[in-house]
């Protein structure tokens, strides 16, 4: 068994952080650094994914819980429109292996990153 991430840690009280919406399976904190007026982090329960590309690979049904929960978690706190990263990788900037969708939203329209 790894050690208990960060995340982990805040779910179960160790550490302070705030957590904004939470099922079974997913809960969503909100980000201590924030890079967009909304920005929230959508992690499943389990540690056992350390990125969205073993998510995907092992509970498909899971990462799809992320992205839905990223939806209704935008229509909470934004208008409904977000930008959706999982950072993978430590070249990509992934900091924390433990899966985890970043949810940037309200006023991103002139911080285009692609197109
Ligand atoms: P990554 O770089 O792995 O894609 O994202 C990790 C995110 O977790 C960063 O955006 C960082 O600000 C956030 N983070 C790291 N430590 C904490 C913490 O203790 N509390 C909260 N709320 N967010 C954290």
């Not at 929960?69 to 999982?86: K, N, P, Q, S």
């Amino acid at each position: 068994m790894s050690e208990p991430s960060i995340f982990t840690r805040i779910l179960q009280g160790e550490i302070p952080g705030e957590i904004v919406a939470q099922n079974e399976h997913v809960f969503v904190l909100r980000d201590i650094a924030p890079q967009a007026p909304v920005h929230l982090l959508v992690i499943p329960k389990t540690q056992r994914y350390r990125d969205v590309a073993e998510l995907a690979a092992g509970d498909p049904a899971l990462l799809a819980e992320v992205v839905a929960m990223a939806g209704r978690v935008a229509a909470e706190h934004a208008d409904g429109d977000y930008r959706l990263i999982f950072n993978t990788g430590a070249g990509a900037g992934q900091t924390v292996f433990h899966v985890h969708a970043h949810v940037l939203a309200g006023g991103l329209e002139e911080k285009r990153l692609v197109g």
